[in-house]
């Protein structure tokens, strides 16, 4: 029968198959020379007669040729680096994802702000504007939105400043919060509540107001848009909110403008028509 795989027979007769050494091998079926091929280094052998060699492995490498052992593949690559299977030197370890440095080399994380998403010696990359990232980032998506900025639909996937009258505290792309209302905001990109500023006393303006014009003089005070608004005087009235005059009281019975006056013709303009003169009646003797 013709020798297998792993071995091998020179002279002619009935003497036995020789087989490969350690170290080495041979897919030849009927070799008649001494054909054995050494292991690469990467690889090793530990039995005789063998059709292949065994990889080193992942993370791993050896420099060895015809190695017979797999202490042979003891070198390992440095912190955050690998190599593939059967690797023969230092420099085939490259860097992970999140680090970045030589192949064969210490590797660094990525500093916050960037990231890089392929194993390898390329440089971590930044993120996109108005973003920011952890340390030794891996992907794009660790990328997000800084505080003040966040992701509006309509514009995209980009981070964009929060609007005038809004702000955001977080990172993130959670939606920027408006002000209160009563208060107004003229910065865009605002990162703290403290961006919203009161308005003036005797005033009031809508949620996410932009300008201090937006505050206008409540009832009972009078003045222009974004204040001052002082109180009508005595004797006078403002029902609604804005910039209308405050109006002189009705007289009272002895034809004078009294506050009393100015609280009834008030209350009853406030009061449902059905009802003016039940519950005014109770309201006058309280």
């Given amino acids: ?3 297998t795989a792993g071995k091998y027979k020179i002279a002619t007769g009935d003497a036995a198959c020789m087989n490969c050494l350690e170290g080495q091998y041979s897919t030849a079926i009927g070799a008649t020379a001494d054909i054995c091929t050494e292991c690469v280094a990467g690889k090793y052998n530990s039995e005789a007669g063998a059709v292949t060699c065994a990889d080193c492995g992942i993370g791993t490498y050896s420099v060895t040729v015809s190695a017979v052992a797999a202490s042979t593949c003891a070198n390992t690559c440095p912190a955050q680096s690998t190599s593939p299977a059967a690797s023969d030197q230092l420099a085939d370890c490259s860097c992970n994802q999140g680090y970045e440095g030589l192949n064969g080399s210490e590797c ?3 500093p916050s702000g960037t990231f890089k998403s392929a194993q390898g010696s390329s440089s971590c990359v930044a993120c996109p504007s108005n973003s920011d990232s952890p340390g030794a980032s891996d992907d794009i998506t660790d990328c997000t939105c800084q ?7 309509d514009l995209g996937a980009a981070c ?5 009258g809004t702000y955001k505290t977080d ?10 209302s009563s208060k107004y905001s003229t910065i865009q990109a605002a990162t703290t509540v403290a961006t919203c500023l009161a308005c003036p006393s005797g005033s009031m303006s809508p949620q996410g107001s932009v300008l201090k014009i937006a505050c206008v003089c409540e009832p009972g005070f009078v003045g222009s848009h974004g204040g001052p608004c002082p109180k009508c005087v005595s004797g006078k009235y403002k029902q609604a909110a804005g910039e209308a005059l405050c109006l002189d009281c009705p007289l009272d019975g002895d034809g004078k403008k009294t506050d009393f006056a100015a609280r009834e013709h008030v209350v009853r303009s406030l009061l449902p028509p059905v009802r003016r003169g039940v519950l005014w009646a109770r309201w006058r003797h309280v």
């Fill in 160 to 164: 964009s400043a929060c609007l005038t």
């Fill in 108 to 110: 660094s994380p990525c």
């Fill in 147 to 153: 505080p003040g900025y966040t992701i509006f639909p």
């Fill in 1 to 3: 029968a013709e020798c």
């Fill in 171 to 180: 990172a993130g792309s959670t939606d920027c919060l408006s002000c209160l």
